[in-house]
């Protein structure tokens, strides 16, 4: 057996592997309890610390899914951190841009079509 790739047979063709269904159903579940932790966390005033919570529980998510859906769990170790990497620093960028979300509402006037009708 080749020992360079886990997923090899002996004459260097890549195997499937086959996840368990308990461990999908469990993944699920995950992404079902993150999803409800993230329902609720919009009724919790924490200030500025809102989005940044929202945007952690979106990179575990996002992680769940891409380490055991698109099977990134098999592949090199190095690929899976890389994808975790970037989704967090996605989130970091995605939150500093949000940080003048305050700012910059002080100033905007709606248009005329979305004012509030009197």
């Known amino acids: 057996m080749n020992m360079a790739h886990p997923h090899t047979d002996p004459h ?3 195997t499937p592997h086959v996840m368990p269904t308990w461990l999908l159903l469990a993944v699920f579940a995950g992404l079902i309890a993150l999803t409800v932790i993230t329902v609720l ?3 919790v005033q924490l200030g500025a610390l809102n989005i940044w919570v929202a945007l952690a529980i979106a990179v575990i998510k996002a992680g769940l899914v891409a380490m055991y859906f698109m ?3 098999y592949d090199a170790p190095f690929h899976g951190i890389v994808m ?3 989704f ?3 989130a970091v960028f995605i939150g500093i841009t949000l940080l003048d979300v305050t700012e910059y509402k002080v100033n905007y006037e709606p248009p005329a ?3 509030p009708q009197r």
């Open 71 to 73: 099977h990134l769990r």
């Open 113 to 115: 079509s979305m004012a």
């Open 84 to 86: 975790i990497i970037a």
């Open 88 to 90: 967090v620093f996605v």
């Open 41 to 43: 966390a919009t009724r």
């Open 12 to 14: 260097g063709h890549d």
